[in-house]
């Protein structure tokens, strides 16, 4: 089974900018689509984007669109966030997942592993 870390999280004033790593084990890290999610206080874990095995497609919540960009480097089994023009309502936990049935992007993706989450907080 993949193990995934992430990492990058912190503190930030609204408009920083936040990379997010998300390190899988293993040699098959290409043959994963990997997601991201987050989970703020009471509220329920939400899709935020995600990136087909080989890089070539992306999706993204709409809330997200144009100031976070999903990215990976398979040579080093990473997978990252970039968060830019951060504002209060980002503040969540955030979570990497692997499909580890499929590199594509489909609507119903098999989360085999999860990553530990890592504490994203944004002031106003």
């Known amino acids: 089974q993949v193990q995934l870390v992430e990492s990058g999280g912190g503190l930030v004033q609204a408009g920083d900018s936040l990379r997010l790593s998300c390190a899988a084990s293993?040699?098959?890290?290409?043959?994963?689509?990997m997601y991201w999610f987050r989970q703020a206080p009471g509220m329920a874990r939400e899709f935020v984007a995600a990136?087909?095995?080989?890089?070539?497609?992306?999706e993204y919540t709409n809330s997200v669109k144009g100031r976070f960009t999903v990215s990976r480097d398979n040579a080093k089994n990473t997978a990252f966030l970039q968060m830019n023009d951060l504002r209060p309502e980002d503040t969540a936990v955030y979570y990497c997942?692997?499909?580890?049935?499929?590199?594509?992007?489909?609507?119903?993706?098999?989360?085999?592993?999860w990553g530990q989450g890592t504490q994203v907080t944004v002031s106003s």
């Open positions: 997942a692997a499909d580890t049935n499929s590199s594509v992007l489909t609507a119903r993706p098999d989360f085999g592993s």
């Open positions: 293993g040699r098959t890290f290409e043959s994963y689509a």
């Open positions: 990136i087909s095995g080989r890089g070539i497609f992306t």
